[in-house]
């Protein structure tokens, strides 16, 4: 079992800056991709950021030169810093990975982004 625990949404001007957390349990975290997902009201959810366990990255085109997604395998944590924030990007944000078959979220946070 794969417990991810996301931090660090909250309300936020455009323009302004976030940086979500994402906690994850289980020793095999390093071995596996991990990714950051968004989903607005009435929308479908969708791939925000990705990062190998090696490091490689990919991002969605809306948010390229804004997101940047990183990693601490010690502390089996992905982060997502959000700069230039618009009020498109306003959603829930969740922490995600795959492994051995089976997909695990966490309960996800909420971004505001509005003046």
């Known amino acids: 079992q794969v417990l991810l625990v996301e931090s660090g949404g909250g309300l936020v001007q455009p323009g302004g800056s976030l940086r979500l957390s994402c906690a994850a349990s289980?020793?095999?975290?390093?071995?596996?991709?991990m990714g950051w997902y968004r989903q607005a009201p009435g929308k479908q959810r969708e791939l925000v950021a990705a990062?190998?366990?090696?490091?490689?990255?990919n991002y969605a085109d809306s948010v390229k030169g804004r997101f940047t997604i990183s990693r601490d395998n010690a502390k089996n944590a992905v982060y997502l810093q959000m700069n230039s924030l618009k009020p498109e990007d306003t959603a829930v944000y969740y922490c995600?990975?795959?492994?051995?078959?089976?997909?695990?979220w966490g309960k996800g946070t909420p971004v505001s982004v509005s003046s």
């Open positions: 990062i190998t366990s090696g490091g490689s990255t």
């Open positions: 289980g020793s095999i975290f390093s071995s596996y991709a």
């Open positions: 995600n990975t795959f492994i051995r078959g089976m997909n695990f």
